[in-house]
């Protein structure tokens, strides 16, 4: 009886625990999808990896910039990790919805000692961002910047910083799709 009863438990178990396994792998494929509605205009940029070459570089000094897009914290935020030359530079990024500010809410980290806290909107297929730096930055303390999806499937990226008192150009980037690119840290 013993054995029968185990058997049976084994049968059980064998036929049950794939059809759970399943259900759940379905679930959370959907959890996964799942983004809150605040963060939905940035669903484009999600799961991509973007490599950029920025407008000042030459095939003899290249500066290329890559940029990772994901949904995290269960959907309720976006990571965003970024390297420049291989690690050389970089920084990730976490976007948020603030209730309080109305506003979606963005902190960034850098490999450089700085960090900066800032606000940002989309409209008409345009983000847009105003940041404060804090710690050093080669003197910026404000950074200004637009990032807008093209047809043909390119991200634009164009940035101006305030130094010294004075709004100044900063980085334009023309990014491409790149799901071979890898963003690394030294």
Known sequence: MKVSASIALFVVVSL????????????????????????????PFLGKTWKGHFKNSTPEKPVVDIARWERALNGRAIRVLHSVNDGAYGGETIIFWDAKKESLVFYYFTTARFHTTGTMTVKDGKLTSHEVVTGSANGVTEVK??????????????????????????????????????????
């Open 145 to 186: 910047a637009t990032y807008e999806l093209r047809s043909g499937g390119t991200l634009r990226s164009e940035a101006e910083y305030l130094k010294e008192g004075k709004w100044t150009p900063g980085r334009e980037i023309l990014y491409k799709e790149d799901a071979k690119a890898e963003v690394v840290f030294k």
């Open 16 to 43: 049950v625990c794939p059809a759970l396994a399943d259900e759940k792998t379905k679930a959370q494929g959907t959890a996964q999808e799942t983004l809150d509605e605040n963060l939905e205009p940035l669903r």
